[in-house]
Antibody, heavy 126, light 110 residues
Framework: QVHLVQSGAAVKKPGASVRVSCKVSGYTLSKLSMHWVRQAPGKGLEWMGGFDPEDGETIYAQKFQGRVTMTEDTSTDTAYLELSSLRSEDTAVFYC???????????????????WGQGTLVSVSS | QSALTQPASVSGSPGQSITISCTGTSSDAGTFMYVSWYQHHPGKAPKVMIYDVSTRPSGVSNRFSGSKSGNTASLTISGLQAEDEAVYYCSSYTGRSTLIFGGGTKLTVL
């Protein structure tokens, strides 16, 4: 059983960076496809990016490219999300999520998230 | 540009059935092939209810079912219960390996 535990809430000023961690237990991070999803207050779920094990690359949503970095420390089974140049609109709950990811016979990605972290609230305010 | 469009809200009385639609628009023919549905209660992590359009994960009630016709996927909940009240999101990978979520549908159990 995979268990994901995220770091605690953070308060940041505009322009700063934030790093959120996601500790994996019950499985090995290197064998997982870890993704990050956020939800701003009153808004829906928004995928930020994730690891594509088929290509061995991290894919970022176009909206966040240049501001987001997702890394993994396999020695501690901890994934990290770093978001820079924060603005008030980045105030949100950030989730790490993992589950099934693979390509079909045509090479098309498919999968879903069946394990989620508890969420980390990041507040951006001056 | 890919997008998944859901109604903002639906409602139903206990015992009734409701259906939430998710319409895909994309220039990528592969997008929307494998739709998943998530249930999200406030303050909790989302939970997958359906994947690959119509497959129910182990442990999910058989009151939840999924289907797709053309460019519209649907989540049907039968025998509505109070605990079904939540926000439901459809999602799908695109051909560029990015993931998109629908805007979410708030289900109110009257």
């Amino acid at each position: 059983q995979v268990h994901l535990v995220q770091s605690g809430a953070a308060v940041k000023k505009p322009g700063a960076s934030v790093r959120v961690s996601c500790k994996v237990s019950g499985y090995t991070l290197s064998k997982l496809s870890m993704h990050w999803v956020r939800q701003a207050p009153g808004k829906g779920l928004e995928w930020m990016g994730g690891f594509d094990p088929e290509d061995g690359e991290t894919i970022y949503a176009q909206k966040f490219q240049g501001r987001v970095t997702m890394t993994e420390d396999t020695s501690t089974d901890t994934a990290y999300l770093e978001l820079s140049s924060l603005r008030s609109e980045d105030t949100a709950v950030f989730y790490c999520a993992t589950g099934i990811y693979y390509r079909d016979n045509s090479g098309y990605p498919r999968g879903y998230f069946d394990y989620w972290g508890q969420g980390t609230l990041v507040s951006v305010s001056s | 540009q890919s997008a998944l469009t859901q109604p903002a809200s639906v409602s139903g009385s206990p015992g009734q059935s409701i259906t939430i639609s998710c319409t895909g628009t994309s220039s990528d023919a592969g997008t929307f092939m494998y739709v998943s549905w998530y249930q999200h209660h406030p303050g909790k992590a989302p939970k997958v209810m359906i994947y690959d359009v119509s497959t129910r994960p182990s442990g999910v009630s058989n009151r939840f079912s999924g289907s797709k016709s053309g460019n519209t996927a649907s989540l049907t909940i039968s025998g509505l219960q109070a605990e079904d009240e939540a926000v439901y999101y459809c999602s799908s990978y695109t051909g560029r390996s990015t993931l998109i979520f629908g805007g979410g549908t708030k289900l109110t159990v009257l």
